[in-house]
């Protein structure tokens, strides 16, 4: 907006120079630190939550030409650094053997919604590519955040370059949340649904009638806990360790595998992304490394703030015209994949007499994550099926980045 007017007296088109670090880095963690406040302090920011904060400032600030749209530190330090080390302490609770041994029946109807993700990224790019750009880049991340999560999402973003539709994207997507939620929690009520499926969590939640002390476990999710000098100094370690692994491992496979016709562009696409190997070697190790990764206090904090730093970032080149003129197509997309992985979930629910809940929570769960479903189920006073929902959402970590990097690779060969 004030470009041309700081070109003319500054000799740049922002306020701050893209080169100025330090003045980028500040207002960059100032913005994280005030959206994490908002979100933890009052409840508008909470519904809004404090990532599509993070973004909004960051769009305002681009749009306004106080920050550039693209710099060193966004590219090298957020997207280079930020971005692969959050993954492997996010993903420190993926412990495969307590995944499938404590999930239940629960594990079988977050396949059939993440199936139906899948099955929803296809009809949606037939229906709506010739009028979207990189659809395929969306297709691909759109796939991982609703199986998995954010991680995810910014794994694959910087794997097929998303550039400024990742921002636009994020928008739609949280516009359609909001509705979402608001759709779950109506059908938990209507008697359509309390007719056709059974549903003994809601009828005990009924009887007692009381769910204070749910909501007051939802309100300390983020609550403060011990952690120690040490704590973070392992965690740093850990997490740079997977990474290097990773690139080593795809470094090598790339070299192995030519990108040449359409089978060996997707097993080069795939096993040839860092990301896949940063999922499967933390994986690894926090399912053959419980009792270590266990003592490491402190990792869903420090992982999910490099995330914070990221959704910052990948608002900063999203022009708000083009987010006008993009968000609306890219609503339609995004709404498609979460019609058909709810007609999944819904339908293969009822066809194998799934409870009104489980299905709720595991689309829940591939959708807006872990922990919106384990919020959704502590909210409402389910509180037997958060522990579940909780490791097969972050089961959806795991497989997310796999199944992303797979649909953006058939669709963009």
Same mark, same amino acid.
């Given at each position: 907006?004030?470009?041309?007017?700081?070109?003319?007296?500054?000799?740049?088109?922002?306020?701050?120079?893209?080169?100025?670090?330090?003045?980028?880095?500040? +207002?960059?963690?100032?913005?994280?630190?005030?959206?994490?406040?908002?979100?933890? #302090?009052?409840?508008?920011?909470?519904?809004?939550?404090?990532?599509?904060?993070?973004?909004?400032?960051?769009?305002?600030?681009?749009?306004?030409?106080?920050?550039?749209?693209?710099?060193?530190?966004?590219?090298? &330090?957020?997207?280079?650094?930020?971005?692969?080390?959050?993954?492997?302490?996010?993903?420190?609770?993926?412990?495969?053997?307590?995944?499938?041994?404590?999930?239940?029946?629960?594990?079988?109807?977050?396949?059939?919604?993440?199936?139906?993700? &899948?099955?929803?990224?296809? &009809?949606?790019?037939?229906?709506?590519?010739?009028?979207? /750009?990189?659809?395929?880049?969306?297709?691909?991340?759109?796939?991982?955040?609703?199986?998995?999560?954010?991680?995810?999402?910014?794994?694959?973003?910087?794997?097929?370059?998303?550039?400024?539709?990742?921002?636009?994207?994020?928008?739609?997507?949280?516009?359609?949340?909001? +509705?979402?939620?608001?759709?779950?929690?109506?059908?938990?009520?209507?008697?359509?649904?309390?007719?056709?499926?059974?549903?003994?969590?809601?009828?005990?939640?009924?009887?007692?009638?009381?769910?204070?002390?749910?909501?007051?476990?939802? =309100?300390?999710?983020?609550?403060?806990?011990?952690?120690?000098?040490?704590?973070? =100094?392992?965690?740093?370690?850990?997490?740079?360790?997977? &990474?290097?692994?990773?690139?080593?491992?795809?470094?090598?496979?790339?070299?192995?595998? /030519?990108?040449?016709?359409?089978?060996?562009?997707?097993?080069?696409?795939?096993?040839?992304?860092?990301?896949?190997?940063? @999922? @499967?070697?933390?994986?690894?190790?926090?399912?053959?490394?419980?009792?270590?990764? =266990?003592?490491?206090?402190?990792?869903?904090?420090?992982?999910?703030?490099?995330?914070?730093?990221?959704?910052?970032?990948?608002?900063? /080149?999203?022009?708000?015209?083009?987010?006008?003129?993009? @968000?609306?197509?890219?609503?339609?997309?995004?709404?498609?994949?979460?019609?058909?992985?709810?007609?999944?979930?819904?339908?293969?629910? #009822?066809?194998?007499?799934?409870?009104?809940?489980?299905?709720?929570?595991?689309?829940?769960?591939?959708?807006?994550?872990?922990? @919106?479903?384990?919020?959704?189920?502590?909210?409402?006073?389910?509180? =037997?099926?958060?522990? /579940?929902?909780?490791?097969?959402?972050?089961?959806?970590?795991?497989?997310?980045?796999?199944?992303?990097?797979?649909?953006?690779?058939?669709?963009?060969?």
């Amino acid at each position: 907006m004030f470009a041309a007017y700081f070109m003319d007296t500054l000799g740049r088109e922002s306020l701050i120079a893209a080169d100025d670090t330090w003045a980028l880095l500040a +207002l960059l963690v100032v913005s994280v630190a005030l959206a994490i406040w908002l979100e933890q #302090k009052y409840i508008w920011a909470s519904k809004i939550s404090g990532a599509i904060i993070a973004l909004l400032i960051a769009l305002a600030a681009s749009n306004l030409s106080i920050i550039p749209t693209s710099c060193p530190l966004y590219d090298e &330090v957020i997207w280079g650094y930020a971005v692969p080390l959050g993954i492997p302490l996010l993903l420190l609770e993926c412990n495969m053997k307590k995944i499938w041994r404590e999930t239940g029946r629960m594990m079988v109807i977050f396949l059939i919604g993440a199936a139906g993700t &899948v099955a929803g990224a296809f &009809v949606a790019y037939a229906l709506l590519h010739p009028f979207i /750009p990189q659809l395929e880049a969306v297709a691909a991340m759109m796939t991982g955040s609703y199986i998995g999560g954010g991680v995810n999402f910014a794994a694959l973003a910087t794997e097929f370059d998303a550039g400024e539709i990742a921002g636009a994207a994020t928008v739609a997507d949280n516009l359609l949340m909001a +509705l979402y939620f608001f759709a779950l929690l109506l059908f938990a009520g209507m008697k359509f649904f309390r007719r056709h499926y059974t549903h003994p969590h809601i009828d005990a939640v009924a009887k007692s009638g009381d769910l204070k002390g749910a909501q007051t476990q939802a =309100a300390a999710y983020w609550s403060r806990k011990d952690i120690s000098l040490k704590d973070i =100094a392992m965690n740093v370690a850990y997490s740079t360790a997977v &990474v290097f692994a990773a690139k080593l491992i795809s470094a090598g496979i790339s070299a192995l595998i /030519p990108d040449t016709g359409v089978v060996l562009h997707m097993l080069h696409t795939f096993f040839g992304s860092e990301y896949v190997w940063i @999922t @499967t070697v933390a994986m690894a190790c926090a399912t053959w490394g419980e009792k270590q990764t =266990a003592k490491l206090a402190g990792s869903q904090e420090i992982g999910t703030y490099f995330i914070y730093l990221f959704l910052f970032v990948i608002g900063v /080149p999203a022009s708000i015209s083009k987010i006008l003129t993009e @968000t609306p197509l890219l609503l339609a997309f995004t709404a498609i994949m979460v019609v058909v992985n709810m007609l999944f979930c819904f339908v293969g629910g #009822k066809l194998l007499h799934f409870d009104l809940e489980d299905i709720i929570l595991a689309s829940n769960a591939n959708i807006g994550g872990p922990t @919106t479903a384990a919020g959704m189920a502590i909210s409402q006073g389910w509180s =037997a099926l958060v522990g /579940p929902v909780m490791l097969v959402g972050t089961f959806g970590y795991v497989i997310g980045t796999y199944l992303g990097i797979l649909v953006g690779g058939i669709l963009g060969a």
